[in-house]
């Protein structure tokens, strides 16, 4: 959908929900809709917790005054779990994931191919809060009704194989997620310019990387960059991730004002699409940061990073995964600095956080309780001052 058509339909939506709000009385079944409606819109333009809201208060009412049609019920359960899940809020998510599916198994059988788009959407979460059986669980189940109900070469498929892809390299399973990704970059129904290759290729870097083949990586991330420049243009917003996966390449592999132009030019291109207070500027900021600070330069690394903490912490807000990790990361420059307080309270913000939203599978959580037991060490009477590891 184009973003003037989108931008349309939400305010539309906005003045039918406006007019139905003054007719009837809060709790009324018949606002159902139009919060359901303007939630989903809300939800499609990324203003993920402004779509919760809505779309929890739909939720709210359906369940005092309904019922809804099932399906209709269901599309709120789903869209809401993706909203809470996009927004950071994983474990939040999962029990309107499960009750969408349910309701949709009820309805249309347990092997109906929107089915495995749901239990795809559970896997993600399985895979966000670090319980990757259930995660491989979900994915069976998913690959399973796909193999059934979805026509070979549909879309969907694409989804699903870099997806599973994720999982592998989840589980430390480079080479099973190299075979995902290629069938989506070898699929010859696939255009060439298709945005499901630029993730498949650019994903396919990123794992090259992790290997030390650098020189291919490099080629990897940069065909992902020409189809996305090719597709969209040379400063939309959906280049930021694959500017910022080569500059790290480039920093890591010695070439610094590759990176650095690299870098700026993603924070560039943040700031002019999608204003300087979005969290995508953020996290080119928190990449620069973390880039500049393995370099040792911790004047400018520190000032990228609390710029990067103040932006996503308004934007997504203090309980945010992307929040916490660029805490986690302030806490280690602060640690490394000696100042031991300063890193102590950014830890525990961190982990606070990633216990409340993911849980406490998540790798982070160990290897934050680990810098908290540094600092505790480190503050013992007679003990040297040490660093993070």
């Known amino acids: 959908m184009k973003k003037d058509t989108l931008d349309e339909k939400t305010v539309v939506a906005e003045k039918d929900l406006a007019r139905t709000e003054k007719r009837y009385r809060p709790d009324d079944l018949r606002l159902a809709g139009p919060l359901r409606r303007l939630g989903k819109l809300y939800y499609m333009k990324g ?41 950071g809020r994983f474990l939040e998510s999962l029990p309107a994931m499960r009750r969408s599916l349910e309701l949709t198994e009820s309805e249309l059988g347990p092997r109906h191919a ?3 788009g749901r239990w795809n959407n559970i896997a993600t979460v399985y895979m966000n809060i670090n319980d990757l059986d259930q995660a491989a669980a979900a994915m069976d189940r998913a690959l399973a009704i796909a193999r059934e109900a979805v026509p070979e070469g549909d879309p969907f498929w694409h989804k699903l194989w870099i997806n599973m892809a994720g999982l592998c390299q989840y589980r430390k399973q480079p080479d099973a997620a190299t075979d995902c990704l290629r069938k989506v970059v070898g699929d010859r129904q696939l255009k060439p310019d298709s945005p499901m290759r ?17 020189d291919e990586a490099r080629e990897l991330l940069q065909q992902a960059i020409d189809i996305k420049q090719r597709l969209l243009g040379y400063d939309h917003p959906d280049l930021i991730v694959n500017l910022l996966n080569l500059g790290e390449l480039h920093a890591r592999t010695g070439d610094a004002v590759k990176a650095e132009s690299l870098f700026l030019e993603a924070i560039r291109i943040g700031e002019a699409r999608l204003g300087p207070g979005h969290h995508m500027v953020g ?3 928190y990449r620069y940061g973390g880039s500049l600070f393995e370099r040792g ?43 031991l307080a300063e890193a102590r309270g950014h830890y525990t913000a961190a982990l606070e956080a990633l216990l409340a939203c993911c849980g406490s599978e998540r790798p982070e959580v160990g290897q934050l309780r680990e810098r908290l037991a540094q600092l505790d060490a480190a503050e013992r009477p007679g003990r040297r001052r040490a660093g993070p590891a």
């Open 47 to 87: 203003r993920q917790s402004d779509a919760v809201a809505l779309l929890s208060r739909a939720l709210a009412i359906a369940d005092a005054k309904g019922p809804l049609e099932p399906d209709v019920m269901s599309d709120l359960l789903n869209t809401l779990a993706v909203a809470l899940s996009m927004g």
């Open 114 to 116: 929107s089915l495995a």
């Open 198 to 214: 630029a993730i498949a290729l650019n994903n396919l870097g990123e794992i090259a990387v992790g290997q030390g083949r650098f």
């Open 283 to 285: 996290v080119a900021c």
């Open 297 to 339: 330069y911790v004047s400018s690394a520190r000032e990228n990073l609390c710029r990067a903490l103040g932006i996503v912490e308004a934007a997504l807000g203090p309980g945010h995964p992307q929040t916490a990790e660029v805490r986690a990361k302030l806490g280690e420059l602060c640690q490394g600095e000696g100042e």
